[in-house]
């Protein structure tokens, strides 16, 4: 006994079988083709009638398919697939039969169309009995259609929920084009970064919402619009990691260069950039079931393992950052880094409970029974990203004041640390004066001074 399947979850109008054919191997003994009329059976239930498919003879294990022993008992004809009628859902399951006669090798499932009244996620399973049938093949499609459209159940929300990310978007980009606009000689570099990021997440934004807009109107993911949704997308997530990353490590803010990291960093940004683009590519371009658990794993993985190198590298920065600035006493730059870490630490902290949430809903809706919630999973995420973006955007927006944030008293904070590596202890001299060493000219020249009184000292009391 082997069994396809293939599960939609939908609010449906109806479904439609158009161009099914089955296709039996040639190997098949020419015996078996002769004498059997072996069929495909194709069953479609809403998701609350499962416990009324298959069956069991003696409270045994349960079977879809109609056993001897079952057969015997008068439960239902061998070969045949077990369904009892809905209790509450009146003519379903609905079960249709495709037939090979005799030596055929191809049956053919004649175009119907099924209304649906009642909303829910339907499974449709196309199943054989016949062990005869191993390594079938089938070729054509069904066709899924809500009262609003083509976009599955779980997925419509979606279609507003991006309608409503692009507007936040487009709000967010005036009031930061227009501070742009208006303080345009005091823009850093890194402003300019924030610009980008927030100029690709109106086009990821705006691609995604026309995207599925034209699923639900055609049925047919548009390839082209999906790939530069998903491109988009992951540059927009990449850049934002990466300019989180050396705003804690105080780049443009309080050191001009990060110096030998600079390829470590473009490293870890080209590598997430590379995991998260097959990632997604894989996941929205793919059909439906096309990644079982453990190859999806060996995708979700790498991502995972580079988005927790990225928290721990900022936090590290962002310690260090925080120290040195409260070291030098530069209270401007202390206030806005403290702001930030509190607004990082709090969107780590709501990620992490998120990830438990998640896991815990798929873990306990096996069936995907609360389908109609599933699209608040990923649009948590998006609504999360945006959030700390506009905090990042209300940080560092540009200003009349912006200078106070770049790096000019960085270099004397830099020289400064520096100088304060290798300046020694003071030296206590016999009559009790300090006495400290500098490379600074004016310090050496108030250190002779010292050293010459001393001698004197030591001459006057020889005599």
């Known amino acids: ?88 859902n009146p003519g379903w399951p609905q079960l249709f039969v495709a037939s090979f006669d005799g030596s055929d090798l191809i049956a053919t499932l004649p175009s119907r169309t099924i209304p649906v009244k009642k909303t829910g996620m339907y499974n449709m399973y196309f199943i054989h009995c016949d062990p005869a049938l191993a390594g079938l093949e089938i070729d054509g499609k069904t066709i899924w259609k809500n009262p609003t459209g083509y976009l599955p159940g779980r997925m419509a929300p979606l279609k507003n929920f991006f309608g409503l990310m692009s507007f936040a978007f487009v709000i967010l980009g005036i009031y930061w084009f227009y501070q742009y606009m208006k303080f345009w000689r005091e823009v850093l570099p890194l402003q300019n970064c924030i610009t980008l990021v927030i100029t690709l997440g109106m086009l990821e ?106 928290i721990v590298w ?68 998006h609504a999360l990203s945006f959030s700390l973006l506009c905090v990042i955007s209300y940080l560092w927006a540009p200003s009349q004041s912006s200078m106070r944030f770049t790096n000019d008293a960085s270099e004397k904070f830099d020289r400064e640390d520096s100088l304060s590596l290798i300046r020694p202890r003071p030296i206590v001299s016999n009559n009790g004066w300090s006495v400290a060493s500098s490379t600074d000219a004016k310090a050496k020249k108030n250190t002779d001074s010292v050293t010459s009184f001393d001698e004197d000292d030591e001459e006057n009391k020889r005599e």
């Not at 239902?76 to 009628?85: K, N, Q, T």
């Not at 940004?269 to 059909?287: K, P, Q, R």
């Not at 873990?363 to 649009?379: G, H, K, L, M």
């Open 1 to 88: 006994k082997s069994k396809g399947n293939d599960t939609l979850f939908l609010q449906f109008k109806f479904v439609m079988f158009d161009k099914i054919t089955f296709r039996r191997p040639e190997e098949t003994n020419d015996s078996v083709k002769e004498t059997s009329s072996s069929k495909v059976q194709i069953i479609v239930f809403e998701i609350e009638d499962r416990e009324m498919i298959g069956g069991s003879a003696y409270g045994g294990q349960k079977a879809i398919c109609c056993t001897s022993d079952l057969a015997k008992l008068g439960a239902c004809a061998e070969g045949s697939v077990i369904y009892r009628p809905s209790q509450v």
């Open 205 to 310: 934004m705006a691609l995604w919402y026309f995207e599925y807009a034209e699923f639900n109107e055609t049925g047919v993911r548009a390839k082209a619009i999906t790939f530069w949704a998903v491109t988009f997308g992951t540059i927009k997530r990449t850049v934002a990691r990466l300019i989180i990353l050396i705003v804690s490590m105080g780049y443009g803010v309080v050191r001009p260069t990060l110096g030998g990291l600079t390829s470590k960093v473009v490293m870890l940004g080209g590598t997430f950039f590379v995991a998260t683009e097959i990632l997604e590519l894989v996941e929205n371009l793919g059909t439906v079931n096309d990644l079982s658990g453990k190859a999806r794993l060996f995708l979700v993985y790498p991502v995972a393992i580079l988005d927790a190198s990225f």
């Open 314 to 381: 900022i936090f590290i920065s962002l310690a260090k950052t925080l120290s040195q600035l409260q070291a030098r006493r530069l209270m401007a730059k202390l206030d806005i880094y403290r702001k930030f870490t509190i607004a990082l630490a709090i969107t780590v902290l709501v990620s992490i409970g998120w990830i438990g949430y998640e896991i815990y809903f798929k873990s306990t809706d096996v069936f995907n029974e609360r389908w109609q919630y599933a699209w608040i999973i990923p649009a948590f995420w």
